[in-house]
C-alpha cells in the first residue's frame, strides 16, 4: 500500500458543498454531508446559501431529487476552484495527475464495456449475464489493477488538495463488493459503483482545470 502523504490545502466549506453538488450531479443534503465530511445541519445551511445566490437549484424527477447546480453555480465553481489551485500553488501537479490519469481513464472504460457485454457468434453487443466466470476474472482482474494505480494518483493529488482525498478508498470498496458477487457494484448507477466514483473524480479533476469534457488530448 502506498504511504498516506499529509493532506494538502484544505477547501471552504462553501466550497466543498458547492463542488460536491458538481461531482455529483444530483445530490441531496445528506450525501452532500457525508461526501465533505460537513456536518448534515451545516452543510443544508450552505446548501440554503447557494440556492439563495442561485447557484443550486432543486430537482426531481424520477423518483430521484436534490440538489443540482445552475448555470451560474457552474460559473462560481469554476472560479473558486482555479483561485485555491493557484493559491495552494498544485496546478503542475494536477495537471500532471490528470495527464496521468487519462491513459487510465482509456482502460476503465474498456473495463465496464467488458462487463456489461459479452460479445458472442450471433451477437457482438450480447449483455454480459456473468455467466462466464473467466471473462468476469479477467475484468475484475483488470479494476483490482486500476485501483492500485488509483490509489498512487490520489495520494499525489490529495497532497496538493486535500479535497481528493477519498476517491481511492471509495472505488475500492466498490470492487470488493463486485467481487463478493454483488454484481451492480462494478457500473451501477445510483449507487457508488466503481464507474461513478471513477467518473465522479474525472469530472473533479476536469473542473479543477478549467477543462471542457471532450477537449483531452488522448493518449497514443
Do not use: K
Request: with cysteine; aromatic share 6%; proline share 3%.
Amino acid at each position: 500500500m502506498t504511504p498516506s502523504a499529509p493532506p494538502g490545502r484544505y477547501s471552504t466549506p462553501d466550497l466543498l458543498v458547492l463542488h460536491a453538488v458538481r461531482v455529483s450531479g444530483v445530490a441531496d443534503d445528506g450525501a452532500v454531508a457525508r461526501r465533505t465530511g460537513i456536518g448534515l445541519a451545516e452543510a443544508s445551511e450552505l446548501l440554503q446559501d447557494g440556492e439563495a445566490f442561485g447557484w443550486v437549484s432543486r430537482v426531481a424527477f424520477a423518483g430521484t431529487s436534490g440538489w443540482t447546480l445552475t448555470e451560474r453555480g457552474r460559473v462560481e465553481d469554476t472560479r473558486r476552484l482555479a483561485e485555491e489551485l493557484d493559491g495552494a500553488g498544485v496546478r503542475a501537479a494536477v495537471a500532471a495527475a490528470h495527464a496521468a490519469f487519462v491513459p487510465l481513464n482509456a482502460r476503465l472504460v474498456r473495463a465496464c464495456t467488458d462487463w456489461q457485454l459479452r460479445p458472442d457468434e450471433r451477437d457482438r453487443l450480447a449483455a454480459n449475464d456473468h455467466g462466464d466466470a473467466a471473462w468476469d476474472a479477467r475484468v475484475l482482474h483488470e479494476l483490482a489493477a486500476l485501483a492500485a494505480e488509483l490509489e498512487r494518483l490520489v495520494a499525489a493529488l490529495a497532497a496538493g488538495l486535500a479535497r481528493f482525498g477519498g476517491y481511492d478508498q471509495r472505488f475500492s470498496g466498490a470492487l470488493a463488493r463486485a467481487r463478493s458477487g454483488e454484481t451492480r457494484w462494478v457500473t451501477g448507477v445510483g449507487i457508488a459503483s466503481c464507474h461513478t466514483v471513477w467518473m465522479e473524480l474525472h469530472e473533479d479533476l476536469l473542473a479543477t482545470l478549467g477543462i471542457a469534457r471532450g477537449a483531452e488530448r488522448q493518449p497514443g
